[in-house]
């Protein structure tokens, strides 16, 4: 049963528009969470994150949205730009718990120029 | 500061064989974790450990062993090699910050 899903296997957009990529989760036990973005042949690199205690975190360009009542995140790019393209893992943790990270299955976005 | 170091980034091997990846870090992470990413499947937990002589299963344990002697070291191995382990194997490990892991280059395996 999968816990944190990414229905989306791709997006493609625009430089300089916005790119939002989504994610779902069923475990209610889960009161963190992540966004992680990934090179080809490389590892994947910590991008930003989010507390269930908030429903929003931004970062430069970067902005994390929670719904908790929706189970749903999503991260928004602003503007997006062709560094961007790269595959983008949702993950969720309950704190305090066994810290175990569950990833979503990642989507791949690809920015045109 | 050279982070998650795995070895080999490249291996091929016959069915049955047994092999261990290396790993470790230099940043004095009590939490390591193997992950495993197949194609359509995302990244999914092997094992994983909270600190040195504490190990436990994640989500895909079967086929795999761990060990943690010391808090550098993780190392990963495959005891009789599957077709079915084919797949890309990042090690990783956790500083302070909740779920924020840092990953290695990642090591390609190959069973035929």
């Known amino acids: 049963d999968q816990q944190v899903k990414q229905n989306s296997p791709s997006l493609s957009v625009q430089e300089g528009r916005i790119s939002i990529l989504n994610c779902d989760y069923t475990?209610?036990?889960?009161?963190?969470f992540l966004w992680y973005k990934k090179y080809p042949a490389e590892g994947p690199t910590f991008l930003i994150s989010?507390?269930?205690?908030?429903d929003k975190n931004e970062d430069g360009r970067f902005t994390v949205f929670l719904n908790k009542s929706a189970k749903h995140l999503s991260l928004h790019i602003v503007p997006s730009q062709p560094g961007d393209s790269a595959v983008y893992f949702c993950?969720?943790?309950?704190?305090?718990?066994?810290?175990?990270?569950?990833f979503g299955k990642g989507t791949k976005l690809t920015v045109n120029p | 500061n050279a982070g998650v170091t795995q070895t080999p980034k490249f291996q091929v091997l016959k069915t049955g064989q047994s092999m261990t990846l290396q790993c470790a870090q230099d940043?004095?992470?009590?939490?390591m974790s193997w992950y495993r990413q197949d194609p359509g499947m995302g990244l999914r937990l092997i094992h994983y450990?909270?600190?040195?002589?504490?190990?436990d299963q994640g989500e895909v344990p079967n086929g795999y062993n761990v060990s943690r002697s010391t808090t550098e070291d993780f190392p990963l191995r495959l005891l009789s090699a599957a077709p079915s382990q084919t797949s890309v194997y990042f090690c990783?490990?956790?500083?302070?910050?909740?779920?924020?892991?840092?990953f290695g280059e990642g090591s390609r395996l190959t069973v035929l």
């Open positions: 990783a490990s956790k500083g302070p910050n909740t779920g924020e892991l840092f």
């Open positions: 475990n209610s036990m889960f009161d963190y």
């Open positions: 989010i507390s269930s205690i908030k």
């Open positions: 993950a969720a943790v309950t704190q305090g718990g066994s810290e175990k990270l569950v």
């Open positions: 940043m004095n992470h009590e939490y």
């Open positions: 450990s909270v600190g040195a002589g504490i190990t």
